[in-house]
């Protein structure tokens, strides 16, 4: 798993590739928390670009509500993007795609927190 972190319009795009499990979640957690905290400096908000996410076990959703929450509390939003079908389909069963918005593309996303 690798993620790194671009600014796209004044808006924190996590763009994150490979697989989030028990060996990567660490690592994933360390990336996501510092990203909120920018996003909440800037005053704007945090796009996952998941689309080269190929797998995410539980320990990975569970860095994903500690975000939400996270971002609740700065009163930030983080949103979703590209979600492969499998991932999606976790994020319905899981009821994740409640929680966060979803967008198609990072693109669309970065203009959906713009507003």
Do not use: W
Not at 28 to 43: C, N, R, T, Y
């Amino acid at each position: 798993m690798e993620c790194r972190k671009e600014n796209k319009d004044g808006v924190i795009v996590l763009v994150v590739d490979g697989a989030i499990d028990h060996e990567t979640a660490a690592a994933f957690e360390q990336a996501v928390m510092p990203s909120l905290d920018e996003a909440e400096a800037a005053g704007t908000g945090l796009v996952f670009d998941m689309s080269g996410v190929d797998y995410m076990s539980s320990v990975g959703l569970r860095v994903l509500m500690l975000a939400a929450k996270a971002a609740k509390q700065k009163s930030i939003s983080v949103v979703v993007a590209g979600l492969q079908a499998t991932l999606a389909e976790i994020f319905q069963i899981s009821r994740f795609d409640k929680i966060f918005t979803i967008y198609d593309t990072a693109d669309a996303a970065v203009a959906g927190v713009r507003g």
